[in-house]
Every structure is written in structure tokens, then in C-alpha cells.
């Protein structure tokens, strides 16, 4: 039950049948919003239309505005339809609707916000994708939050999601970690093999990798020539570096529902040889040279006939080389044909998660997936900034398991994974992070997750205590469920009822603009209202949850906080959060 949508499809059956609106398209009309109004004082719903096409109705904004005002008045369902300003229309509901609402949250439980809005078109959600070199990193944990916490958002707003990971196993890096692999492996043998070299990956986390190629092999791959044992070592340590990175995704509540190999594009058949032959073909490729990169002296540039793809053709900034020097692929031809391999399993629509610092690599990717797919495919990239991490207000030193940064292991040790799936998300993620492992775990009102998950837990000690105090006749869930809300008169809890009712609308909004943070925003929002109202309840007993002398009043009350218990169950869900019961 979406009050803003029943509004909204009132309002543009009045707009197709004004004279001044009946004629404009249904695009044009496609602009009119319907939101709560900033001032809750002004009523329940507020529209933009008058505003937005006033100028295409060829009408001033207030002439608009009094001529839908009438027709709104004329259906007789509206108490109040004012108009504010230079043609805003705020609208006030009939008690009964917004009560409806709030009854259909505790009848539907967990389905309650559930929209139909993706009308289960696929979209391919990839992130993670972190190199499988080492441990993940505070950095990847953000982009694997916000990744699953979107997919799960998606998901619930009626998109059919699949969540992908991108391993890159192919390349020079991954040969570099079969090499420091290799390091560990003889140093498990007992050879002397001094510090790791320069250009290896120093951490510590190879050196379980080294002892079980040892366990595995003895000394057979130390007699061995490089060709021969690189790429034993680097399919052994690759599928290790997964096991690790899969049990660190675990271990936040992240999944993904395909693990796509990078190196399988260049298997049999030759998927990015395809891609570009296909290129090609359609004349979309050519042999050229590229000027220098801005701010490149033309004597470090080396000037040399490339094959390239013509990415200026499709949006981007320069056209992009797809072979290497020694004819091999670049990392961007292999990225075009993995993008062009998701096409091709039905994905049209694609949101990958990326880190921050590939924010010049947007354009060229957009780029190659307007060309590989003809068109008819659409990539949205969303980057990830970057996370501060602080103790106490000072910086985290580096970890000694990584070599060089915290990994995300350790602060999922540290403080847990709601705390830190819950902050990850309590910023827009084009918005730089500063998480403070201290803070986050607080048991105060500054700390969201604290005080969000306390609303939760406070809500079923009240139900606890509801069956303790009726105990020889409890009050029952359709009893609940059947309650009279209209006897709550008070305007804190009448104001709960209208926070309940956006929810389903909340969560149309956060999955359309991708925002998951919005949901957090709200759910903090949701719980000072309700831990206000816990407290008003100390100072007037009329308005306490339980009394035992007003059974009906108390049927009406726990309704109320068990729509709030629902939307807060179903917002921490999205976010990967649990509700807990209580709080120890």
C-alpha cells in the first residue's frame, strides 16, 4: 500500500482530463512528483505539478494550481487541498488512510514496501571485483556494502537481480602473486630465501599459501622451470586468495550469485578475440595513433601505430587502444568482452560498483557497452569514495597480516559486521567515509546502529511484557491486527503513522536513485519518533504502550509499534542488518 502512488494516479487521471493538461504527453507529465511536504504541518501529501508544467500548459503555475484543486476537491476523499506559494498543492488523507496503512505493515510483515516498480526486469549488479592478490581491505568492504545493500534494494523494489563478482585472474598482477607465492613455498621447504623481493607482495598472508603448495608438491616444483611451475602455483594461490575473499564476504552477511573468471574470456573460445573481430566487422575499430596524455611530455609518449576502438564515437574523450605492444589484450578489450558476455545473458541493464579512483575509466566502459551491445545495453557505474578509518578521532595504523592497509577482516573482528554494514551506509557513496571503530560501537543515541537496533529490541520487550500483563487472555496477533487505530489521537503517534506510511514509498525512491543510504537516514528518523514517544509515555500514562485497564487502547498502541517493528525488520534487512530481540 503506496499512498503517494494512489495519489499520484488520481492526480494524472485530473491532468488527462484538464483542457490545460489533457493534450501535453505522458512523458511531460511524468514530472510531476508526489513527496511528503517539508512541513508535516501542511498536510500529508504535497505535488509539484502546477509548478513543472505550467510552461508546456502555455498557464501561470497558480492558475494550474486552482484548477487542479478543484477537480481534487470535487472527489469528495480529500480534507484538505491547499495551494502554497507560487502553485505547490499540499493535500491532506482521511485519518482512515493513513490507519490503513499502518494495519496493512502489520498484516504484511516482511512483504510490507515491497513495490512492483522493476517489474522484474534482470540487472546485473557486480561489485567486490577486488584483485584476488591479498585480504580485502576497508575500501573493498564499502563497495561490497553498498553493492549488496543496492542488490537487496533492487530486489525488493522488483528488479530480478543477479549479484556478480568479477574475479581478475588474468594478467600480470596475478602472475606477480604466483611469484611471492613461490617465494613462500620455498621458504615453507626451509630454504633460505631471504626477505620478500622487491616488486612480491609482502604480506603475511602468503605464507599459509606457501606451506600447502609444500604440503601438496614437496619439493617437486622447485625443480621445475618457471613456465612450467607458474601456472600450478597461480591457479592454487588464486583459488586460495577466493576461499579467503568468500569467507571474508561471509563473515559481513555479502553474497554474490555468480563468480565470473576473467581468464575464461580468453579460453576456448576466445571471447575477446570475438569481440573485436566483431568490431571489426562493423568498422568500429582502426589502425591509428593517439596524441600523449594531458600533461605528458611527447618525449616520455611513445609515438606508434594501435588498433583501436572508436570510443569518441560513443560518448567518450579519446578513442582507446584494445592490443598491447606485444599484441596481447588490453585490460580494456577484456573488459569490453566480459560486458558484452553479460549482454548476452540477458542483462541490458548493468550497475557495477567501482572504486573511486576508477572514476576515469567510467566514460570508455559506457562507451564499449553502447557499441558491444548495439545500443539496446546500458551501463551505470556507481563509485565507491574512499573510508577514513579512525580510533578515537586519530588514524589506524596499517595491519602487519596486509603489509600495507587494514584489512577488512580485521575490523569486521573488531566491531562486528552490523556496525559496519549499517556506517558503510550512512554516507552517499560518492561521499568520502570517516568510520571510527570506537564510536561505532557505543550503545548511545549518536551511534545510528545502536540506536536504531535498540528501537527494534525496545518494541518486542514491550510485546514481552503485553503478554506478561494479559497473560490469562493474551492479546493476540489478529487481534492486533483487527485494532481501532483511530483512537490515537496524540500527535506524536499520529505523526508515527505518517513515518510508517512512506515507507513503501522510501523504498521506490532509494532503489530509482540507487541511494540505499536513504534507508538508514529514515530507519534513525523512524526510531527517534518512536523512542520519543517510549519517553513521552513515562510522564503521561495515557499515552504508555500497556495498560492494563484499557485493553482496546493497548491493542491500538501495540499495532502501532508493531508496524514500526516491521519497517525497521524490513529496512535493517536490506541493509544486511539483523533486529535483534534484545540488547546485551
Not at 498536510?43 to 484543486?69: C, F, Q, W, Y
Request: overall charge negative; hydrophobic content about 45%.
Amino acid at each position: 500500500m503506496n499512498i503517494f502512488n494512489d495519489f499520484a494516479a488520481v492526480l494524472d487521471g485530473i491532468l488527462a482530463d484538464l483542457p490545460l493538461t489533457a493534450a501535453l504527453p505522458a512523458e511531460v507529465r511524468a514530472r510531476v512528483s508526489v513527496e511528503p511536504p517539508r512541513d508535516p504541518s501542511h498536510g500529508d501529501l504535497s505535488t509539484n505539478a502546477a509548478m513543472v508544467l505550467a510552461k508546456e500548459a502555455k498557464t501561470n503555475p497558480r492558475a494550474l494550481a486552482e484548477a487542479i484543486v478543484e477537480k481534487l476537491k470535487a472527489k469528495g476523499r480529500f480534507p484538505r487541498v491547499e495551494i502554497a506559494g507560487p502553485g505547490f498543492i499540499n493535500i491532506g488523507l482521511l485519518p482512515v488512510e493513513i490507519e490503513a496503512v499502518v494495519g496493512a505493515a502489520v498484516r504484511q510483515g516482511r512483504d510490507f514496501g515491497r513495490s512492483r516498480m522493476g517489474d522484474g526486469q534482470p540487472v546485473n549488479v557486480e561489485y567486490v571485483s577486488a584483485n584476488p592478490t591479498g585480504p580485502m581491505h576497508v575500501g573493498h568492504g564499502r563497495g561490497a556494502v553498498y553493492g549488496d545493500a543496492l542488490a537487496n534494494l533492487m530486489d525488493f523494489a522488483g528488479w530480478k537481480v543477479t549479484r556478480e563478482y568479477y574475479i581478475n585472474d588474468a594478467g600480470a598482477q596475478v602472475d606477480v602473486l604466483a611469484r611471492s607465492a613461490f617465494h613462500r613455498y620455498r621458504e615453507a621447504l626451509g630454504r633460505n630465501v631471504g626477505p620478500v623481493g622487491e616488486g612480491l607482495y609482502p604480506g603475511d598472508y602468503l605464507v599459509p599459501v606457501g606451506k600447502a603448495l609444500a604440503e601438496k608438491h614437496g619439493d617437486a616444483l622447485e625443480k621445475l622451470a618457471e613456465a612450467d611451475w607458474l601456472p600450478i602455483v597461480k591457479r592454487f594461490t588464486i583459488d586460495a586468495m577466493m576461499a579467503m575473499i568468500r569467507d571474508d564476504l561471509a563473515a559481513l552477511n555479502v553474497s554474490h550469485d555468480v563468480f565470473f573468471s576473467e581468464a575464461s574470456l580468453q579460453g576456448n573460445p576466445d571471447k575477446v578475440a570475438a569481440v573485436i573481430a566483431d568490431f571489426r566487422a562493423r568498422g568500429l575499430i582502426y589502425e591509428g595513433r593517439l596524441p600523449p596524455p594531458k600533461g605528458q611530455k611527447d618525449d616520455e609518449w611513445e609515438d606508434r601505430e594501435q588498433t583501436l576502438f572508436r570510443a569518441t564515437d560513443f560518448g567518450d574523450d579519446v578513442d582507446r587502444p584494445l592490443l598491447k605492444n606485444d599484441g596481447g589484450y588490453t585490460y580494456f578489450a577484456s573488459d569490453i568482452a566480459y560486458h558484452a558476455d553479460k549482454f548476452h545473458r540477458g542483462f541490458a541493464e548493468m550497475i557495477d560498483v567501482w572504486g573511486a579512483d576508477h572514476g576515469g575509466y567510467v566514460k570508455r566502459m559506457k562507451a564499449a557497452v553502447k557499441a558491444a551491445s548495439g545500443g539496446k545495453g546500458n551501463l551505470e557505474v556507481r563509485l565507491c569514495q574512499l573510508v577514513k578509518l579512525m580510533r578515537n578521532g586519530e588514524p589506524v595504523k596499517m595491519s602487519k597480516r596486509s603489509g600495507d592497509f587494514i584489512t577488512l577482516r580485521d575490523v569486521i573482528d573488531e566491531v562486528g559486521r552490523d556496525a559496519i554494514r549499517f556506517m558503510m551506509l550512512d554516507r552517499k557513496n560518492d561521499a568520502e567515509l570517516e568510520f571510527d571503530l570506537a564510536k561505532v560501537i557505543e550503545q548511545s543515541k549518536d551511534n545510528p546502529v545502536f540506536y536504531v537496533q535498540y528501537a527494534h529490541a525496545r518494541i518486542c520487550s514491550v510485546k514481552r511484557q503485553a503478554d506478561a500483563a494479559f497473560g490469562a487472555i493474551p492479546i493476540m496477533d489478529d487481534e492486533i491486527a483487527a485494532a481501532d487505530l483511530s483512537i490515537l489521537k496524540d500527535e506524536s503517534e499520529r505523526a508515527l503513522m505518517r513515518a510508517i506510511a512512506q515507507f513503501p514509498r522510501l523504498i521506490e525512491q532509494a532503489a530509482a536513485t540507487r541511494e540505499p543510504h536513504r534507508v538508514v537516514f529514515y530507519l534513525y528518523d523512524l526510531a527517534s519518533s518512536f523512542h520519543a514517544l517510549w519517553n513521552r509515555g513515562k510522564d503521561l500514562p495515557d499515552l504508555r504502550f500497556i495498560n492494563n485497564d484499557d485493553r482496546k487502547g493497548t491493542s491500538a498502541r501495540l499495532a502501532l509499534v508493531t508496524a514500526v517493528q516491521t519497517v525497521i525488520a524490513n529496512g535493517l534487512a536490506l541493509l544486511g542488518v539483523s533486529a535483534p530481540e534484545e540488547m546485551r
